[in-house]
């Protein structure tokens, strides 16, 4: 190994100790602790030896007091404008325990006035001294901050001057029963005259509503055709009297819509309905009406008789085909249902089935020739392989098979050395220090050959603060004058020279 001095600088020493801190006896013990602190300074050089803290024990009577709140700050509020949160803190001082409770607090807080319309007042006077005009009424937008108010600060409509007052109230209505008609007045006053419009208005009035007679009732029945038969009316309304009658009554023979009357007989059957069944034994109904001014039907207004509905079945769509595997031949299902109200089942098989196939099954390809694969660099085997071939399936065993017994050598190259790197730097800037140069194997297969590398320099060469370029002889068995140590690093070996003064 060759030695030379290198760099300069300030060798790395201890500065002196701080002052002591605080003592502190948080466990109450009767005996508290505190420390002081030194810092290792200088550029070069080993590092400084020793601890940089040192610990002491101290009278229990200077250490330092539990820990409290200190006094609450100022409020400071989040909005600038309107309502919003205070917030205030505190700070823990001390060196023992913790402080109970929250160092901050908040409230609801207000800074300045937002801006806002005031009520409106009341409307001024009327821009003209006679008829009609103009008159405004106004708001004023209060506050201190925030964005102006929206809409305008005046407001302006129509007034008049020496024309219409108010109009008085509705008279009573001119009748006491049933639709009269009330009136009411205004004046034309002031210093102009001649208003225009009606002084007098008129309005239609109920004081109650007059009675009258409602629609006459239906006829009654005729229970015979010499019998009489009758209708009625009711008076109805709140005040007043209806003239005439409330009850009315005519002979049957001459109660019918020409003047005569008609002797009830029965009318046409109506139309059988649907069977109650929608398959096999129902009933079905007729009805018939009785028909005339007076006198009654013999006989029912309603005919029933059984039914028999015959729906034959019939068979339903086939379904769509559904193999009975995945991969390969099969057969295939397809199925139908017999449907329908009643009768005899459908003729024929409820299914059907045919061949199927679905996908190619899986089988190995021929073996490929023995060659030496593409992953062997310098020496192995012969290998060979197949494919598996189809869409459905896996075939068993392997795809690959090599031979233990058929050696083969891969496109790799021999490993040899490459050229020595230059000189490093020196490894410290003050006093004596090291200083390396490598070089790789390089290639693919085998070893690079071994050689002494270590190279001497006499220590009383060379002086401080300098590096002297050095020579070593190689050593006995070694094949080149450059021969150094060799270190592998994975797959590539490299060899380093230390030069130490």
């Known amino acids: 190994m060759m030695q030379e001095p290198c760099g300069s600088g300030t060798p790395r020493n201890w500065t002196t100790w701080s002052t002591w801190s605080a003592c502190s006896d948080c466990n109450r013990t009767g005996t508290g602790s505190r420390t002081r602190t030194r810092f290792c300074g200088g550029t070069c050089g080993p590092a400084c030896v020793g601890s940089s803290v040192d610990t002491a024990t101290c009278p ?172 009625t009316r009711v008076c109805e309304g709140e005040c007043g009297v209806c003239a005439g009658e409330s009850t009315a009554s005519v002979h049957c023979s001459t109660a019918g819509e020409t003047g005569t009357a008609v002797p009830r007989v029965w009318g046409g059957w109506v139309a059988w309905s649907a069977c109650s069944a929608s398959c096999g034994v129902g009933s079905r109904g007729r009805s018939r009406q009785c028909v005339g001014d007076c006198g009654s039907c013999s006989g029912n207004t309603t005919d029933a008789q059984s039914c028999v509905i015959v729906a034959l079945r019939q068979w339903s769509g086939w379904s769509g085909w559904q193999c009975d595997t995945a991969c390969g031949q099969g057969t295939a299902v397809r199925a139908r249902a017999c449907i329908g109200g009643c009768g005899p089942d459908c003729a024929g098989a409820d299914s059907s089935t045919a061949p199927c196939s679905l996908g190619i099954p899986v089988q190995w390809s021929a073996w490929s020739a023995w060659a030496c694969a593409p992953s062997v660099l310098c020496n192995g085997f012969l290998s060979r392989t197949r494919a598996c071939q189809g869409t459905c399936g896996s075939c068993p065993g392997n795809s690959t098979q090599v031979s233990s017994s058929a050696p083969c050598v891969g496109p790799g190259a021999n490993r040899t050395w490459s050229a020595w790197s230059a000189w490093s730097e020196c490894n410290t800037t003050c006093g004596a220090g090291t200083r390396t140069r490598v070089r790789a194997c390089q290639g693919d297969c085998g070893e690079c050959a071994a050689n002494n590398n270590t190279q001497l320099l006499d220590n009383s060469t060379g002086s401080e603060g300098e590096c002297p370029e050095t020579t070593a002889a190689p050593a006995a068995g070694s094949s080149s004058s450059e021969g150094f140590p060799l270190a592998a690093i994975g797959g590539v070996v490299a060899a380093a020279v230390v030069v130490v003064v």
């Open 60 to 231: 229990a009577s200077n250490a330092t007091a539990d820990a409290q709140w200190s006094a609450w700050s100022s409020w400071a509020c989040d909005t600038s404008c309107g309502n919003g949160t205070g917030t205030r803190w505190r700070t823990c001082e001390g060196t023992c325990g913790v402080c109970p409770g929250n160092r901050s607090q908040t409230a609801p807080c207000l800074l300045e006035v937002p801006r806002l319309w005031t009520s409106w007042s009341v409307w001024g006077e009327c821009s003209a001294s006679c008829g009609s005009g103009t008159h405004n009424r106004t708001r004023t937008c209060s506050g201190t901050c925030g964005a102006g108010c929206g809409g305008a600060a005046v407001e302006q409509r129509n007034c008049s001057v020496g024309s219409w007052q108010v109009w008085s109230p509705w008279s009573v209505c001119s009748i006491s029963c049933g639709a009269g008609v009330a009136a009411r007045t205004r004046n034309c006053s002031g210093v102009c005259t001649g208003c225009g419009g009606n002084a007098t208005e008129t309005q239609s009035c109920l004081v109650a509503v007059e009675r009258q007679w409602s629609v006459w009732g239906m006829w009654s029945d005729c229970p015979t055709c010499d019998a009489n038969r009758s209708r």
